[in-house]
């Protein structure tokens, strides 16, 4: 189809999460910041493995304030471990992301790699653009959707845009998040988790509604989520999972703003590599480090039919 039409259809029917008929073929990469792009690069090559032998990833640096460094970062990581084709996006307003220009940067795509920066960036300027629902259709086309730091948090529901600075979760700190993407569904993204002492803010969030699993994800690891049911860890460090429904009690409600949170009876799980997370039952289930390895190249082989 014509670049100039695809805008215009998308501009007529945008292709939105929850509509009839929408699928979750693809899989979300979703990596919690400073990945290995020099070494091995194994949180890379897994999203390149999942482009099929004459794939064309498409590198999205809108939340970057410093785009053209950072595309040339990943444009060398991903050509050394051998994508086929490697193209970059930069949307610097929301009529950018209308233009027939964009839509054939992602023509033919297979993936699209969202790089860190400022995740409201990502979402003010694409969030139901043409630029969206082609990614949306990469996504529902069995492609894969990747995101790295601030890339990472926009593929939630619901984002966390702010740090409040304090070791404590304080009541007044809903007013640090924004809508997201809403690619991973019912999930709440926040990365450098470790790193940057997060567990507090991201057991705040998950009070505020329990339906919503707080998802927290270390430097150079990932979650490799596959049709929106089931996640595997993949990287150096831990993915913390926070459930909600077991939560008993919470002061949200009841204290002044500027009251530490209280909660009762939450849940979290620490996963590693290999470790597996089942999005429905909201169980782990233990495996060893190498095998997540094996199953990747496994699966890889079966969808881009190598095997």
């Known amino acids: ?22 699928t979750h073929k693809g899989t979300l990469i979703i990596i919690g910041g400073h990945e290995d792009r020099t070494d091995e690069r194994k949180i890379l090559r897994a999203v390149a493995d999942r482009l099929g032998d004459d794939g064309k990833i498409v590198v ?39 233009t027939p220009r964009a839509m054939r940067i992602l023509e033919g795509a297979t993936g699209v790699f969202f790089t860190g920066g400022d995740q409201l960036k990502i979402t003010s300027q694409i969030g139901d653009t043409p630029v ?26 619901t984002m966390l845009v702010a740090n409040n600075g304090e070791a404590s979760y304080r ?33 705040g969030a998950v009070s505020q509604n329990p339906r919503v699993l ?60 290999g470790d597996r997370f089942d999005l429905h039952t909201r169980r782990p289930t233990a495996h060893p480090a190498d095998s997540m390895e094996e199953e990747t190249e496994e699966e890889t082989e079966e969808k881009t039919g190598t095997k």
């Not at 053209?68 to 950018?96: C, K, M, N, Q």
């Not at 640090?176 to 803010?201: K, N, S, T, Y």
């Not at 998802?215 to 150079?220: A, F, K, V």
Request: glycine share 10%; hydrophobic share 40%; charged share 25%.
């Open 1 to 22: 189809m014509d670049a100039r039409r695809k805008v215009e259809l998308f501009l007529e029917r945008p292709l939105r999460r929850g509509r009839a008929g929408a």
């Open 60 to 98: 999205c640096t809108v939340a970057s304030a410093e785009p053209e460094s950072l595309w040339e970062e990943y444009e060398t990581a991903f050509r050394a471990i051998g994508a086929p084709h490697v193209f970059r996006l930069d949307i610097e307003s929301r009529e950018e992301a209308t």
């Open 132 to 157: 969206f629902s082609r990614v949306q259709e990469i996504f529902e086309g069995g492609g894969v959707i990747a995101g790295t730091s601030a890339g990472a948090s926009a593929m939630s529901e």
């Open 171 to 203: 009541i007044k700190s809903a007013l640090l998040m924004a809508p997201g993407l809403g690619l991973a569904q019912d999930m709440l993204i926040d990365q450098h988790f470790a790193e940057r002492g997060r567990m507090a803010r991201l057991i």
């Open 214 to 273: 707080g998802i927290g994800i270390d430097e150079d690891t990932a979650i490799i989520v596959e049709h929106n049911r089931s996640f595997r860890v993949l990287g150096a460090g831990a993915v913390y999972v926070v459930d909600g429904s077991t939560v008993s009690y919470s002061n949200l409600g009841e204290e002044d703003s500027e009251r530490t949170l209280s909660s009762y009876d939450i849940k979290v799980h620490m996963l590693s590599q």
